[in-house]
């Protein structure tokens, strides 16, 4: 069973960089696409991007100008960057496998935007 | 604003179908698959149907998908009290924007 852990920080000011790592267990890295999706709190699912583990990436465009990918098969883990962020996103953090549909998801982390 | 249509709520009390339905365009749901999502008040989404009509493996029979041109449909039939969540229909999104795309969600209540 492949399970999925979000980590980093939980509070990022406004115009600095949003950085999450996903570690994931029970399953290869290599096996599948890798997607991040955020869910403002009360709202609905935003995808952002997916990444493979050659290195392939898709970003969402509305956000592509402010996000990378990133994946660490050393590690077994992928990573977020959103960079200038404000109160807008401010929102859970989900990390899921696949590209167009997502079986596994992490437990999600808060992330909150606020000087 | 989603780009995928879904009523902001659905309910029906123990034992009955409810259907939430997920309108998209020709260049979503007209040409991709569509997925459903059931997402259990704080707690991360669960693929609930892929591929239109497919149940993962553990996901009751009482839940099913179907597509007609550009528009979706889940049902659940025999309605239980665990089944009160958020459903989330997604697919695909051809057009310039070329991205995955969510509906904005059914509340499902149990009444």
């Known amino acids: 069973q492949v399970q999925l852990q979000e980590s980093g920080p939980g509070l990022v000011k406004p115009s600095e960089t949003l950085s999450l790592t996903c570690t994931v267990s029970g399953g290869s890295i290599s096996s599948y696409y890798w997607s991040w999706i955020r869910q403002p709190p009360g709202k609905g699912l935003e995808w952002i991007a997916y990444?493979?583990?050659?290195?392939?990436?898709k970003y969402s465009p509305s956000l592509k100008s402010r996000v990378t990918i990133s994946v660490d098969t050393s590690k077994n883990q992928f990573a977020l960057k959103l960079s200038s962020v404000t109160a807008a996103d401010t929102a859970i953090y989900y990390c899921?496998?696949?590209?167009?549909?997502?079986?596994?998801w992490g437990q999600g982390t808060l992330v909150t935007v606020s000087s | 604003q989603s780009v995928l249509t879904q009523p902001p709520s659905a309910s029906g009390t123990p034992g009955q179908r409810v259907t939430v339905s997920c309108s998209g365009s020709?260049?979503?749901?007209?040409?991709?698959?569509v997925y459903w999502y059931q997402q259990l008040p704080g707690t991360a989404p669960k693929l609930l149907i892929y591929?239109?009509?497919q149940r993962p493996s553990g996901v009751p029979d009482r839940f099913s998908g179907s597509k007609s041109g550009t528009s979706a449909s889940l049902a659940i039939s025999g309605l239980r009290s665990e089944d009160e969540a958020t459903y989330y229909c997604?697919?695909?999104?051809?057009?310039?924007?070329?991205?995955?795309?969510f509906g904005g969600g059914t509340r499902v209540t149990v009444l």
């Open positions: 990444i493979f583990y050659t290195g392939k990436t």
């Open positions: 591929r239109n009509n």
């Open positions: 899921a496998s696949g590209g167009t549909y997502h079986e596994y």
């Open positions: 997604a697919t695909w999104d051809d057009s310039l924007s070329d991205e995955e795309v």
């Open positions: 020709n260049s979503s749901i007209g040409i991709n698959y």
